[in-house]
């Protein structure tokens, strides 16, 4: 049997919560870490009825996309509907899992997600996250350099784009003294020491800062480790907000339109006003993601999907772009796609459920 907290890790591994924005309350917000998992029921919001869909399949763990418990909550007695899932949830010991923007920041979670189900090349984030990147500097004896180097690599960091296992290497000579109470790798105690060390330096997101450190000072021959952390305003170019890609082949803006309404299902869009021009770059956000519409716009977007538009919005789009709103509900639905290829990898051995639940609050005739 798996925890629920293994459960979870696996996607707290995945879509760190680190990445979350201020506002946000994503994690396991009801539950014991400790439970063992009978089965995963999958959604993108909690209601009183998923709940009772989890009690009926003796499944104990509900993964969501949106939080149940967004703000404070002052009183739990069954007159919202938030309560009375609280309640029900508690009372049948199901767990409760919420990934929200943290995995919309994911350059391979919610948007990546959408440029597939849209065919999109050359895919990367339109906005990516800046101040999240550190650089790693450490000096370690000549011989032991490449070892060092690869353990940082498969630590995580290193990657650069499209490029892997990226460092710079500058060769020197440390020099030390030690004491007493010393246990040198090398050197003599008491006695000035001088050794040929190689300075490697890399980067990597600081999400995995503790992870990479406890490696190098596990690996390192050194029994006191020399080592240097900065703070770096390059961009990630795999974190951030939206994305943006190419149509394989670009497509009529009418017959574009009615793509999305197949692709999404949606019965109605909301767009500005036809440029009568081919739709070849798409930019997207799932969720509410209007705060992009000038990023589009400067990445020279044609379009740009997204959803919770307001009406003096889409003046904004002043013919320079066409401005799309799918539906909050309709541009995340696939998030689900990306739990489920997760855990489906990860565990085998219990079943792993799509809700049968509407829990799109906006209806459409």
Same mark, same amino acid.
């Given at each position: 049997?798996?925890?629920?907290?293994?459960?979870?890790?696996?996607?707290?591994?995945?879509?760190?919560?680190?990445?979350?924005?201020?506002y946000?309350n994503?994690?396991?917000?009801?539950?014991?870490?400790?439970?063992?998992?009978?089965?995963?029921?999958?959604?993108?919001?909690?209601?009183?009825?998923?709940?009772? *869909?989890?009690?009926?399949?003796?499944?104990?763990?509900?993964?969501?996309?949106?939080?149940?418990?967004?703000?404070?909550?002052?009183?739990?007695?069954?007159?919202t509907?938030?309560?009375?899932?609280?309640?029900? %949830?508690?009372?049948?010991?199901?767990?409760?899992?919420?990934?929200?923007?943290?995995?919309?920041?994911?350059?391979?979670?919610?948007?990546?997600?959408?440029?597939?189900?849209?065919?999109?090349?050359?895919?990367?984030?339109?906005?990516?996250?800046?101040?999240?990147?550190?650089?790693?500097?450490? /000096?370690?004896?000549?011989?032991h350099?490449?070892?060092?180097r690869?353990?940082?690599? *498969?630590?995580?960091?290193?990657?650069?784009?499209?490029?892997?296992?990226?460092s710079?290497?500058?060769?020197?000579?440390?020099?030390?003294?030690?004491?007493?109470q %010393?246990?040198?790798?090398?050197?003599?105690?008491?006695?000035?020491?001088?050794? $040929?060390?190689?300075?490697? +330096?890399?980067?990597?997101?600081?999400?995995?800062?503790?992870?990479?450190?406890a490696?190098?000072?596990? =690996?390192?021959?050194?029994?006191?480790?020399?080592?240097?952390?900065?703070?770096?305003?390059?961009?990630?170019?795999?974190?951030? =907000?939206g =994305?943006?890609?190419?149509?394989?082949?670009?497509?009529?803006?009418? %017959? /574009?339109l009615?793509?999305?309404?197949?692709?999404?299902?949606?019965?109605?869009?909301?767009?500005?006003k036809?440029? +009568?021009? $081919?739709v070849?770059?798409?930019?997207?956000?799932?969720?509410?993601?209007? /705060?992009?519409?000038?990023?589009?716009?400067? =990445?020279?977007?044609d379009?740009?999907?997204?959803?919770?538009?307001?009406?003096?919005?889409?003046?904004? %789009?002043?013919?320079?772009?066409?401005?799309?709103?799918?539906?909050?509900?309709?541009? *995340?639905?696939?998030?689900?796609?990306?739990?489920?290829?997760?855990?489906?990898?990860? /565990?085998?051995?219990?079943?792993?459920?799509?809700?049968?639940?509407?829990?799109? $609050?906006?209806?459409?005739?």
């Amino acid at each position: 049997m798996y925890s629920v907290a293994q459960v979870t890790n696996c996607i707290t591994d995945f879509a760190p919560i680190t990445y979350q924005e201020p506002y946000d309350n994503t994690g396991l917000q009801i539950g014991s870490p400790s439970d063992d998992v009978t089965g995963v029921i999958l959604t993108l919001d909690v209601t009183e009825q998923v709940v009772d *869909e989890a009690i009926h399949l003796k499944s104990n763990l509900i993964i969501s996309h949106h939080p149940l418990i967004f703000s404070g909550i002052k009183s739990i007695t069954g007159n919202t509907d938030t309560s009375k899932a609280i309640i029900k %949830a508690i009372r049948n010991h199901i767990s409760i899992y919420c990934c929200h923007t943290n995995i919309d920041n994911l350059g391979v979670g919610v948007n990546h997600k959408i440029a597939e189900k849209l065919h999109l090349q050359e895919f990367r984030v339109l906005k990516p996250l800046t101040g999240d990147l550190r650089k790693l500097i450490f /000096f370690v004896p000549t011989d032991h350099a490449e070892r060092l180097r690869n353990v940082v690599f *498969e630590a995580g960091a290193g990657h650069i784009g499209n490029y892997d296992c990226c460092s710079f290497n500058s060769p020197g000579n440390g020099t030390f003294r030690p004491s007493d109470q %010393a246990k040198p790798f090398v050197g003599e105690l008491n006695q000035m020491h001088t050794e $040929p060390e190689t300075r490697v +330096e890399t980067i990597y997101p600081k999400h995995l800062e503790k992870k990479l450190i406890a490696a190098v000072l596990n =690996a390192h021959p050194y029994e006191e480790v020399a080592y240097d952390i900065y703070s770096i305003n390059n961009q990630n170019p795999t974190m951030g =907000a939206g =994305a943006i890609g190419r149509l394989k082949e670009p497509m009529d803006e009418l %017959a /574009f339109l009615f793509f999305l309404k197949e692709t999404f299902n949606i019965p109605h869009l909301r767009f500005s006003k036809l440029r +009568e021009l $081919p739709v070849n770059r798409v930019a997207l956000c799932g969720g509410s993601g209007s /705060f992009l519409l000038n990023d589009a716009i400067h =990445a020279g977007a044609d379009v740009f999907l997204t959803s919770d538009i307001k009406y003096h919005q889409f003046f904004e %789009a002043e013919q320079k772009i066409i401005l799309i709103d799918i539906g909050h509900f309709e541009s *995340e639905q696939f998030t689900l796609e990306i739990f489920y290829e997760l855990l489906t990898k990860n /565990f085998s051995n219990f079943a792993v459920c799509f809700t049968k639940v509407r829990t799109n $609050p906006i209806n459409y005739i």
